[in-house]
């Protein structure tokens, strides 16, 4: 059988449905998936799946090869992607959830936990290597056993038993025709919120805007009800709800490295000392404060397996990434969720009478949004490779301003009034840009400093997005 290898990404399997991404896919990964699970001593995998039109038939596959393949699996039905991890916490130690995350409606894809941990890289690799290879595939001879289990109830009590309200709130709830609709406002009810929704109905052909959080554009209906109401806060999910989008009354975004800021002081009155792990693409800001808050901050790389990696490693009681995907390991798993970050956040907000009034007096900057540099596949790591070469072997640009370097992922350089970013996509081929600085001057001259440095490597280089 053929598999596409491109489907294979970083951190889960993505890909077009029929074209890269279909039934004899799925099935194969259930059998592959299966042997590594038995050979990690894990028996039991729980299954669920977003709200995509092709769901439903991948499910039946995988659910198919894993049985075949001599593990029992519990099938926790049409769920958000942190809800499946919490069935992976609590039911059994493995599971796949079938999502396309904030793809493209005709993709799916899978992500996968083995044993308590979210894997990727190698291990993803690996299955790639056994699906493709008939020959050493060896089905067991029992068949595993097939249940059905409804977790909502659990989960949703779970939450609403331990994070309170201060204060009833009013708010407005976006789920973009995703999975996060099918439960998050209720939970928000259960815990004393009055919720305004907005496209709550599960749809895979988001027929009002995509569900991605991240885009401005996709935070437009949310903005005009806001501004239309007496509500006081708005938030937003991504498709398989893992993500959490924030917006004030007066329609500004306050972006997840802002929200960390809040998170890394509530946590760290709680655990001090404790190590706080952020992505690459973060504020230059949230170093300090977590200092300020009593914490250890810790700069990773990008990716939400490979930051639950490092928390595990160092203990850590709370992570987040630019991309919105926060990790509670204070009072919750360790593992990224929407609804439970929103949860958090509003008790915290709920504390003070007005809830805008403490998201704008966070600290700012002048910054761009993430920007992509598209490239031929294989690319962009050489680009990277390059110019780290280049910047290892000169001066740095602007000496005077005191530069350092971090390559942990790509190339990171921090001014004392600014940073910026350049790093190889692991999903799909592009270079992504972040640019900040404490003024406006500064934002340009990092913005040039370092489209110089990409443009030595790579001189057709222009972004995709809007820098300022």
């Avoid at 907000?349 to 966070?362: C, E, F, H, I, T």
Wanted: hydrophobic share 40%.
């Amino acid at each position: 059988m053929y598999i596409d290898s491109t489907i294979f990404k970083a951190y889960d399997i993505r890909g077009v449905v029929p074209k890269s991404l279909n039934e004899d896919v799925a099935r194969a990964l259930g059998l592959a998936f299966a042997d590594a699970a038995l050979k990690s001593s894990e028996k039991v995998v729980a299954v669920g799946r977003d709200g995509r039109l092709s769901g439903s038939m991948l499910r039946d596959a995988l659910i198919e090869g894993l049985l075949v393949g001599g593990v029992d699996v519990i099938d926790v039905g049409m769920v958000t992607t942190p809800m499946l991890y919490y069935a992976a916490h609590t039911l059994c130690n493995s599971g796949i959830q079938i999502t396309g995350s904030h793809n493209p409606k005709d993709y799916n894809g899978f992500k996968m936990v083995l044993g308590g941990r979210a894997i990727y890289g190698e291990e993803i690799l690996g299955l790639y290597a056994h699906m493709k290879d008939d020959a050493d595939r060896k089905v067991p001879n029992t068949k595993g056993q097939l249940r059905h289990v409804d977790i909502t109830e659990d989960y949703s009590k779970r939450i609403t038993t331990d994070v309170k309200l201060s204060r009833k709130m009013k708010i407005v709830v976006d789920s973009g025709n995703g999975i996060a609709g099918a439960t998050a406002p209720a939970l928000f009810r259960a815990m004393g919120c009055e919720v305004i929704e907005l496209f709550s109905e599960v749809d895979g052909n988001f027929p009002n805007h995509h569900p991605d959080p991240s885009k401005p554009e996709n935070l437009k209906d949310l903005i005009h009800t806001l501004s239309t109401t007496d509500a006081e806060l708005g938030l937003a999910f991504d498709g398989d709800g893992d993500r959490l989008g924030v917006v004030t009354k007066d329609g500004q975004t306050i972006y997840p490295d802002r929200q960390m800021l809040l998170f890394a002081k509530d946590v760290l009155s709680r655990v001090p000392g404790g190590s706080i792990v952020f992505d690459v693409k973060c504020s230059q800001q949230l170093a300090p404060a977590i200092k300020n808050f009593g914490g250890n901050p810790v700069m990773f790389k990008t990716g939400h397996s490979l930051i639950k990696a490092q928390m595990k490693k160092l203990d850590s009681p709370l992570g987040g990434e630019m991309s919105g995907h926060i990790f509670f390991k204070e009072r919750w798993f360790g593992f990224d969720d929407g609804t439970y970050a929103g949860a958090r956040l509003l008790e915290i907000l709920s504390r003070s009478k007005d809830a805008n009034q403490v998201l704008l007096a966070l600290p700012t900057s002048f910054s761009t949004p993430e920007l992509n540099v598209p490239c031929a596949e294989g690319e962009p790591h050489r680009v990277t490779q390059g110019i780290l070469d280049i910047v290892k072997s000169s001066n740095m640009p602007s000496p005077e301003h005191h530069p350092i370097l971090c390559d942990v992922d790509g190339l990171r350089i921090d001014w004392s009034d600014g940073f910026g970013l350049i790093r190889a996509s692991n999903t799909t081929p592009v270079l992504v840009l972040r640019f900040e600085g404490q003024t406006n001057e500064s934002l340009v001259r990092i913005e040039k400093d370092m489209m110089e440095l990409l443009r030595a490597v790579k001189p057709d280089a222009t972004f995709q997005g809007s820098a300022h």
